[in-house]
């Protein structure tokens, strides 16, 4: 919730006052309690159904704010931010096929979680590309080559979803011819850290007495139970 509550925030502190020193702050505190939250919910074992719905959402709307405030103040171009934002429009758009197949949303895969820590790490540094020195020189090289690799490496995750949707979506075609039923399933929740089976998210989303089986693309991710593509 306090990750959350940083978002607004820093968008202000980036485009109000413009304090990036600040602003970089609020990133950090975000990164870092990400990650602390996600080692005590492993050790404890502690998840919920509204904390697997708002850790992916905490790490966009953050990667959305950075970009957002990155474009207004000149600092990186309009398109990038298109880039972005639409690949997960389409992931968003893939959601009801998979539903009405009978399945939830798709695990995080590596790709995607190595995609949003290179946006998360570059937009601190092309926030410090703006200041004058050695310093925002480094800074703009190596954050527009993490903003670059990011990008790139957020459609590859994003194509590697569409893969697995479509398997998923073959096998489900196919169980149903082989049942003689014109209907689908009900839906069943994507996999979750918790879930069985120690490689592929489908392992969860097909019941164990459904006709499903088989492998299904990408690994699911070890952080937390989030179970939306990033």
């Not at 459609?155 to 998923?168: E, F, T």
């Amino acid at each position: 919730m306090l990750r959350l509550a940083g978002v607004p925030l820093f968008l202000w502190l980036v485009l109000g006052p413009r304090a990036d020193w600040w602003a970089l702050g609020v990133l950090a505190f975000a990164g870092i309690s990400d990650w602390l939250d996600g080692k005590i919910a492993r050790a404890w074992n502690q998840t919920s159904r509204l904390g697997v719905l708002l850790d992916p959402l905490a790490d966009r709307l953050y990667i959305f704010a950075a970009l957002l405030g990155l474009v207004v103040r000149g600092i990186v171009p309009w398109w990038l931010m298109a880039i972005l934002v639409l690949r997960d429009v389409l992931i968003v758009i893939a959601l009801p096929v998979l539903r009405h197949h009978g399945y939830g949303t798709l695990p995080v895969n590596f790709a995607g979680k190595a995609a949003t820590l290179c946006l998360l790490y570059s937009f601190p540094l092309l926030f410090i590309a703006v200041y004058d020195g050695f310093a925002g020189d480094v800074a703009q090289i190596v954050g527009w080559a993490f903003a670059i690799w990011g990008t790139a490496i957020y459609w590859w995750a994003g194509l590697l979803y569409a893969v697995q949707g479509q398997r998923l979506i073959r096998e489900a075609r196919r169980a149903d011819r082989r049942s003689g039923s014109g209907h689908g399933p009900a839906v069943r929740p994507a996999a979750t850290k918790g879930d069985p089976g120690p490689d592929h998210g489908d392992r969860a989303a097909n019941a164990p007495d459904g006709p499903r089986s088989g492998h299904s693309g990408p690994p699911s991710s070890d952080r937390k139970g989030a179970t939306s593509p990033p």
